[in-house]
């Protein structure tokens, strides 16, 4: 896997959180932004965290360091006594943080002083020659200007020196990339790499998917703060059946062949829908069904791209007592 530390499945866990739930009120109502959420970290992991607008990343971050408490659940650090999560404790100076795109700045300062100075707060050694790597590395060349006077790219780049400059041993990333180019998405990505190779774990929230695809080898997916999937990358991107045959047709769709068992054409606006596994399958309903597809309006073969395959992962299944409206319509030809 790309030459990077793979972790062992039987070591201590770095952080390891169990059954943590948190609530907010939000006037009337209670928001149940986490709920029963379990999560272990090993050394030297980059986990990517995925989940829509809502769904609790930002919350489960806050709770992990400190920033905000929780109704329950319980964390343990490098394997130590367990203690109620979300609250402070030494092992936060070995963490670094960089919270919804923003972080560890002071825009008063300049990203050199910035650097040196949570480095004290942290009550670790100011490390020049790190300093300027980091900063060679995600191509920020003004060390010097206040961070007020960057641009919105360049302040993020000061925010995760501030963040990473003190080699925590856990950083965690909510939304690294807002308002990075694309250069500087590669960059990061480096910078992440080389803190991978010197032990470093990543926890790296984000809804830039690509981002989160090259970089982390285990996905945790979250919605409504509950977690949907939590696994290696290939079992998160793999699909079973990744074509997507295309049909708008005025006819009804025919059968579905024996072969394709379980499977159903799906009603999609004006389009029917077929999912097949490969082009045997394809091949296979295509001649089948030639003079069917030989009338239609419009024909379309495609691959499930992982936007779609993610959407599909966070969509809520529908009650099994409820017949899907495609499968409902489905009329046969024969
Ligand atoms: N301080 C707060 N007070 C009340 N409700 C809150 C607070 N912070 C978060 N929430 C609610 O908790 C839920 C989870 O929010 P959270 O910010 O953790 O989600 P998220 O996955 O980070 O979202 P996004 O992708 O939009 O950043 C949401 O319903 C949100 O409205």
């Given at each position: ?60 971050v806050k709770?992990l360091t400190?920033l ?24 936060l100076r070995e963490i670094g943080v960089l919270l919804e795109g923003r972080g560890a700045a002071y825009e008063?300062l300049?990203t050199?002083?910035n650097a040196r100075y949570f480095c004290e707060l942290r009550?670790s050694?100011f490390?020049?020659?790190r300093f300027?790597?980091m900063a060679?590395t995600l191509?920020l ?6 961070i ?6 360049n302040k993020l780049r000061a925010a995760l020196i501030g963040a990473l400059i003190h080699r925590p041993a856990l950083a965690l990333l909510d939304e690294p990339t807002l308002?990075l ?7 990061l990505?480096?910078l992440v790499?080389q803190g991978?190779?010197?032990?470093q774990t990543f926890l790296i929230s984000s ?128």
């Open positions: 896997m790309n030459g990077t530390l793979i972790p062992d499945g039987a070591s201590t866990p770095l952080l390891q959180l169990t059954q943590a739930g948190k609530q907010y009120r939000q006037g009337g109502r209670t928001v149940q932004a986490l709920q029963d959420f379990d999560l272990a970290l090993q050394p030297g992991e980059i986990v990517g965290l995925l989940g829509p607008n809502g769904s609790g990343k930002t919350t489960l709770l400190g905000c408490g929780a109704d329950h659940g319980q964390l343990r650090w490098r394997g130590g006594p367990p203690r109620p999560a979300g609250q402070g404790g030494a092992h008063r300049s050199l002083e009550e050694r490390d020049p020659a300027h790597h060679e191509g060349a003004d060390v010097r200007a206040p007020r006077l960057l641009s919105t790219g308002g180019d694309l250069e500087g998405v590669e960059r990505h480096e790499r991978q190779r010197e032990g809804h830039d998917l690509h981002f989160v695809e090259r970089l982390c080898p285990r996905i945790v997916c979250i919605q409504q703060g509950r977690k949907r999937f939590d696994g290696p990358r290939e079992a998160f991107t793999h699909v079973a059946h990744p074509y997507r045959l295309v049909v708008r047709h005025a006819a009804p769709c025919p059968p579905v062949p024996e072969t394709l068992a379980g499977r159903a054409w799906e009603r999609q606006e004006a389009d029917w829908v077929l999912a097949l596994s490969d082009p045997a399958e394809v091949m296979q309903v295509m001649q089948r069904w030639h003079d069917w597809l030989a009338s239609s309006e419009q024909l379309q073969l495609r691959r499930v791209d992982l936007r779609e395959h993610y959407l599909d992962h966070l969509t809520p299944l529908a009650p099994p007592d409820e017949a899907r409206p495609a499968e409902a319509a489905q009329e046969t030809l024969a």
